[in-house]
């Protein structure tokens, strides 16, 4: 398992999961999403991978940041993404992504971890 700690964000990879771990507020802009992305490629090895994305602070997203993580050229190798939230933020986050244009790979938000989990066992990283 190979561990990156940086500004707030926490990451580290279990083939194929990039788990990612928001523990304090931050804001993520364009060159942050980027940096992101960036470190979950180099993590999964340059390999095609999946990443669970544990929210437990406020991070916020910017137009930019938002504009770039939806575009799958960004990040050939990223084949998904489950972002587990607390409980009571669920409604804001499906609300979200219901003004979410057409995301170019699979995405959810879960509540609770371990579905999340098995939601993203059933993505084809190869596929």
């Known amino acids: 398992m190979t561990l990156i700690d940086s500004n707030n964000v926490n990451m580290y990879y279990g083939d194929p999961v990039v788990h990612i771990v928001f523990d304090e507020d931050i804001e993520l802009g364009f060159s942050q999403i980027r ?3 960036g ?4 993590l999964s090895g340059h390999k095609p991978h999946v990443i669970l994305a544990e929210v437990k ?3 916020s ?3 930019a ?3 770039f993580g939806l575009r799958k050229e960004e ?3 990223h084949r998904g993404t ?6 009571e933020l669920y409604p804001l986050a499906v609300a979200f992504l219901n003004y979410t244009p057409n995301l170019e790979y699979p995405f959810r938000v879960f ?5 999340a989990i098995r939601w993203l066992n059933g993505i084809s990283v190869w596929g």
């Open 35 to 37: 940096e992101i992305f």
């Open 39 to 42: 470190q979950a490629e180099k």
């Open 57 to 59: 602070a406020d991070v």
């Open 61 to 63: 997203i910017t137009q």
């Open 65 to 67: 940041g938002r504009r």
């Open 75 to 77: 990040a050939p190798f």
């Open 82 to 87: 489950a972002v587990v939230i607390k409980k």
């Open 111 to 115: 509540a609770d971890k371990e579905k």
